[in-house]
């Protein structure tokens, strides 16, 4: 988000009386020099093998996503990682003054909002329980890849990156041993200030910790986005369904369904970004499912600041269709995978608890320990692993930049092989990769102008790595 003032604009929300002393968290570094928290890190496991009876396993599946504070004491460490992180909040040159300063005002308001959902945010345990559940299926459906090992890697709040990177290691993948580890968002749909940043700081991580390694260094693939898979679909159309039960028999036919998700800068939805079109296809899927049966919008929540963002704003047409009379309403948070700040605080303390219509409009649950949500997570996890999808080479210069600090492009597959690309812009240097590049499929750039884009969707800057994915099945090689 381009933000002229954003200090200003950023702290609109946070009351006068918001503002108090911001406690600073321990580095990262400093946390894992610490010998006890590094120990809990680390669960004693078999060095990953790759062993003679023809088992592809150990496979590790990183959970991705931005997590949230676990406890309040927490919100200024996660705030100050969000408002750092260039991918989402782009604060130019003065991003490391301007973050930690907006993100210490904001504190005291975040905190009493995670006070008032019981203190935290419930991501971290739901994530590590879908993470676990979804490897337990995994082991049974796919034995030829068992044991699955479940990590949960969160942008902004504990477990970070580069906490899960090291228990990766310590867990016996990678220092040379090798082993493959799957990073799949947890973001259905595709987003650069999402799952774009994730893949950005795993891939920093995986240079800082892992980029000297010549052989037996982790093989990643990734899972960027899943915005219509059936078993998703599925899950959020049977939870509306619930609620719809609800109702009156009577009334139940003009229900109105709204579908409410994170919305976006607008300066982010102009330059491209996948995001709200992968967001209206997810809501499509479903009203499929349901066979349009309901009146339906969808709507966008959670601005921040008084730059423009992608609207109908969800609290603005709830107060619309509450005075056209229209009171039978069900919210749909649609894109994200659990409870969080946004649904409890948001749409239950504030849309509908502010609404004076709390009886008649209601919110179908998140997914959180969904059991048909849980299989489809497996489902799409096996598919990905079934599909052949290895890593075939790396080639990379990464001297001369830092992925961290850019933007980057993460193509999703086309039919034979899957790449995934690191950029930064106008560092020059994009040759003849860019020639195999254009071979390929890309589906998106992230962080460029329109015309900064070419005809192959590659924005016209340096490729700093390259992972080529290829197909085992023919043996295609695509580097
Ligand atoms: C798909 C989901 C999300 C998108 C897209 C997204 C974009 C986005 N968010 C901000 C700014 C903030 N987001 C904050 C919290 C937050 N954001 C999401 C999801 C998406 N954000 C969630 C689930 C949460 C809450 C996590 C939890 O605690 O449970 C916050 C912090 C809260 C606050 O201060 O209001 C900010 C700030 C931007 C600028 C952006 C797009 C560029
Ligand atoms: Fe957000």
Not at 276 to 284: I, N
Not at 288 to 310: A, C, E, I, T
Request: proline fraction near 6%.
């Amino acid at each position: 988000m381009a933000l002229r003032n954003p200090l200003n604009q950023l702290s609109k929300r946070a009351s006068p009386s918001s503002i108090s002393k911001f406690t600073s968290t321990p580095t990262l570094s400093s946390r894992l020099r610490n010998g006890d928290q590094l120990r809990t890190l680390a669960t004693v496991a078999p060095p990953v093998t790759q062993d003679s009876t023809g088992s592809k396993g150990p496979t590790a599946i990183v959970f991705m996503n931005m997590g949230g504070p676990s406890t309040t004491a927490e919100v200024g460490s996660f705030l100050s990682n969000l408002f750092a992180d260039a991918d989402l909040i782009p604060l130019g040159r003065f991003q490391s003054y301007l973050g930690p300063l907006i993100a210490k005002r904001r504190t005291p308001k975040i905190e009493k909002q995670y006070a008032e959902i019981g203190g935290g945010s419930p991501i971290r345990k739901w994530s590590e329980y879908q993470s676990a559940e979804m490897c337990k299926l995994l082991d049974k459906m796919s034995p030829e890849t068992a044991p699955h090992k479940p990590y949960v890697a969160f942008r902004y709040a504990n477990p970070l990156t580069e906490e899960m990177y090291n228990k990766l290691l310590a867990d016996g993948f990678g220092n040379g041993k090798g082993g493959r580890a799957i990073a799949f968002t947890q973001y259905p749909q595709y987003s650069c200030s999402t799952t774009g940043s994730s893949l950005n700081e795993l891939w920093k991580w995986r240079q800082r910790l892992e980029g000297k390694q010549t052989t037996g260094a982790i093989e990643w693939s990734v899972i960027d986005r899943w915005p219509v898979h059936p078993g998703l679909t599925e899950a959020l159309a049977r939870n509306i369904e619930d609620q719809l039960a609800t109702y009156p028999e009577e009334r139940r036919k003009d229900v109105v369904l709204l579908f409410s998700a994170h919305s976006l800068p607008m300066s982010v939805v102009n330059r491209g970004d996948p995001y709200p079109s992968e967001v209206a296809a997810t809501v499509y899927a479903v009203m499929q499912r349901l066979n349009f049966s309901q009146p339906y919008r969808l709507v966008w929540q959670s601005q921040v600041g008084p730059q423009p963002w992608l609207g109908a704003q969800t609290s603005d047409t709830v107060t619309a269709y509450i005075e056209k009379g229209q009171k039978d309403l069900i919210l749909i948070p649609v894109a994200f995978t659990s409870d969080h700040i946004e649904t409890l605080f948001e749409l239950d303390n504030e849309v509908i608890g502010e609404s004076g219509h709390k009886d008649t409009i209601k919110r179908a649950e998140s997914l959180n320990g969904n059991p048909i949500f849980i299989q489809a997570l497996a489902d799409i996890a096996k598919s990905h692993m079934d599909s052949g999808l290895i890593i075939e080479a790396e080639k990379a210069d990464r001297k001369k930049v830092n992925p961290s600090l850019h933007p980057g492009v993460w193509s999703a597959e086309s039919r034979r092989c899957r790449v995934v690309i690191v950029t930064t812009s106008h560092h020059g240097q994009q040759g003849e990769m860019h020639e195999v590049l254009a071979e390929l499929r890309i589906w998106h750039s992230c962080g460029a102008d329109a015309d900064d884009v070419d005809s192959a969707g590659l924005t016209k800057s340096t490729i700093l790595g390259i992972v080529y994915l290829a197909s085992s099945d023919d043996g295609t090689r695509t580097g």
